[in-house]
């Protein structure tokens, strides 16, 4: 089972990685709303790897699989890590409602995409390049502060 878990983990943290990369290379300053629909399905596959992610990571923090809890409970580097995990989600809130509601009606029309939905995605990349440090830091036992 833990073997399954540790798989089920990496092959979400993948996908949630290419397809917020994707979303950041096909976002431009302007796009067709059948471009914007593409981009929300993209994010709706990065919001399901993410919620994969949440649970196999609780699973494996809570559940007893491989490490005690206690090692994960106890490490600050854990929670970081964790707390970026929800910065990241809670960021990604604003890119969302943009795609689901812009959308929607003809196919062609052009929308100016806002800048805070580009900075939005680069806050989500930057951030995300931080996880697989602390990450590293944790599984050695690692505590920053």
Do not use: C
């Not at 917020?20 to 629909?37: D, G, M, N, T, V």
């Not at 649970?55 to 809570?62: N, P």
Request: hydrophobic share 50%; net charge positive.
């Amino acid at each position: 089972m833990e073997i399954l878990l540790r798989y089920l983990h990496f092959i979400s943290v993948i996908t949630l990685s290419g397809t917020l990369i994707a979303e950041f290379f096909l976002l431009k300053s302007s796009l067709e709303k059948k471009e914007i629909r593409l981009l929300g399905q993209i994010d709706a596959v990065y919001g399901i790897s993410a919620l994969i992610l949440l649970g196999v990571g609780l699973t494996l923090w809570l559940g007893g699989y491989g490490k005690p809890t206690e090692f994960y409970s106890e490490n600050p580097t854990f929670h970081l890590k964790l707390g970026l995990f929800v910065l990241i989600g809670l960021i990604s809130i604003y890119p969302t409602v943009f795609f689901i509601k812009q959308g929607k009606g003809d196919a062609t029309e052009i929308v100016k995409i806002p800048s805070l939905v580009h900075w939005s995605l680069r806050a989500e990349l930057i951030l995300l390049a931080l996880i697989p440090l602390f990450a590293g830091l944790m599984a050695k036992g690692i505590r920053i502060f």
